[in-house]
């Protein structure tokens, strides 16, 4: 076991209609726990590095540091970078061995998106990196727009098919009602635009951002519509990482770090074995 591309493990989410967990990581021992849960199930699952992490550890530790979790715990792991609006930053991480990457050019235009998401598959390609890509936009920043304006940044079924097309893509994050953060109020998902991007692109598989605060039984519904993977990312960092060490410095007193690492390292196991099991990804590694 070891890391392995975007691409194998989504192909494999796609026939079998499960989903992958896609899990944020912003220090060594969220890693291990995302790698801890994921060996306890048996499950494939993609560790998620964003641009910010590249600028503060850089790309070849970072790549030197996840295979070497990923052999040690024995787990089928995807190391992607998650939301790279960099395309210095892009092509460090496939040059250092990164096994997927998102370009995120989901602000721009149309066609500049388009022209941003084929320069980064022309690159990674050649290293048999995968990409992901999002159309639409998921929000999470943009607290105070309406819902007219959110809809209006949805994913729109016929421009996916033509934007799958267009790039040559392995996966699409598409905009269908969720977005990055804690949610205000309840989360609706819109189920009949997964449905439709989905039959209009039924070998692409689509990818749900903004999973932290989803209610479980919409994740099932996203996964038998044809989402293959599901991103957390707020979850493990407010709980599993901040809220756990927290707790621990406080039990401890602040007398030794290691009881703080080694509760955060569980934490987080239990975070993403929980969500292994709701994506149905158990066993499948
Ligand atoms: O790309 C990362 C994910 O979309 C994380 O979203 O922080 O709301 O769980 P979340
Ligand atoms: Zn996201």
Known sequence: MGLVTLEYVLRKARLGKY??????????ENLQGIAEGAARQNSPVIAMASTGAMKLFGEKTTAAIARTVAEEYGVQMVLHLDHCTDMEILKRCVDNGFTSVMIDASSKEYQENVDITAEAVDYASRYGCSVEAELGHVGGKED??????????????????????????????VAVGTVHGFYKSEPKLDFPRISAIHELIPEMPLVLHGGTGVPEPDFIESIRRGVCKINIGTELKSIGVY??????????????PRKVSKKVVKACADIVAHKLEVFGSVGKA
């Not at 989903?19 to 060594?28: E, I, P």
């Not at 105070?144 to 790039?167: C, G, N, Q």
């Not at 756990?244 to 039990?251: D, H, I, K, M, V």
């Open 243 to 256: 809220e756990t060490s927290r707790l621990a410095y406080l039990e401890d007193n602040g007398q030794d």
């Open 19 to 28: 989903a992958v967990g896609g899990f944020n990581f912003f220090t060594l």
């Open 144 to 173: 105070d727009i309406s819902v007219d304006e959110r809809t209006a940044m949805f994913t729109k079924p016929e421009e996916a098919l033509k934007f799958v097309k267009d790039t040559g893509i392995d996966a699409l994050a």
